[in-house]
C-alpha cells in the first residue's frame, strides 16, 4: 500500500484525476497494474520492475518495448502519473535518453545531454508567467519575485512535471526546489503536452536551461508564505551567485 497522499494540494491538480483512482487501486493489486487500468491509449503500457532484464538500460528498455517497469513505490507511482498526464513529453524525453544510449552507450557519467533529460524528468517544472516575475526569478530576486510582484502570481501557472519532486511534495519541506524550464526567446511557456514536447530540443537541453525555484514560495502553496518574513531564509531563498 502507498502511503497517503493529499490531492488536495495544488502541484497535484494536473494528476489528481488519475492519481486518485490509481492509488485506490494500488491499494489491492501492484502499482503497475493500477497505473495501467487508469491509463489512456496514448500512454505506455506499465509492467512490474521484474520485466526489466538484468544489464538493460532502463530508458533503452522502455524505448524498445513501449512498457514502463514500474515498482511499488511512490516514486515509480508518480512517474506513472507523468506519463498518464503528459505522455507525448514523457515520450520526447525517453526518445532522447534511447538516442543518446544508442550513440553513445552507458558508462560511468550521463553526459550533460541525458545529465539534463534526467533532471528535468525528476525534479524539472515549466513555469507560465508574466514577465516581470521571470526577470526576478532569473535573478533570483526573491523579494521581488514573491512580495513585490506577488499579485502578478494570479496571471501564473507553475506545472511540477518532476516525479521525484512530486514525491518530496507528499511530506512538504521549505527547501524542495524544483529546476524550472527556461522559457524561448518569445518567452512562452505553455503548459499543454504537445507544445512542451515539442520544444525539448537536444542542442537546447545539453546546455541545462534551469532555473531554481524553491517551490512552497509559491503564493497559495504554503500558508507560512503569507508573510513576508518567511523569504527571509538565505538557506532555501539563495542568491544568484
Known sequence: M?????????WLAPYRTHGEVAAQAASNASVASALQAAKPPSAPDFVHQDNL????????????????????????FFNGLVWLAFPQTKRRLNELQAA???RTGVGATRGPL???LTL???NGAVLDAPAALW???VARDWQALFV???????????????????????????AATAHVLLPDAA?????????????LGPEWLAQKPFVPLPVLGVPGWCAANASAEYYDDPKVFRPRP
Do not use: M
Not at 2 to 10: E, G, M, R, T
Not at 187 to 199: C, E, F, G, I
Open 53 to 76: 532484464p538484468a544489464g538493460q538500460a532502463y530508458e533503452a528498455h522502455i524505448f524498445e518495448t513501449r512498457t514502463v517497469p514500474t515498482r511499488d513505490n511512490l516514486h515509480d
Open 135 to 137: 526577470d526576478a526569478l
Open 2 to 10: 502507498l502511503p497517503a497522499v493529499d490531492w488536495a494540494q495544488p
Open 114 to 116: 541525458r545529465d539534463a
Open 187 to 199: 518567452r512562452s511557456n505553455a503548459l499543454d503536452d504537445a507544445t512542451l514536447a515539442q520544444r
Open 148 to 174: 513585490t510582484q506577488r499579485a502578478l502570481w494570479s496571471e501564473a501557472r507553475l506545472l511540477v512535471f518532476g516525479h521525484a519532486l512530486l514525491e518530496k511534495l507528499v511530506s512538504p519541506r521549505k
Open 120 to 122: 528535468f524528468d525528476e
Open 100 to 102: 543518446e544510449i544508442a
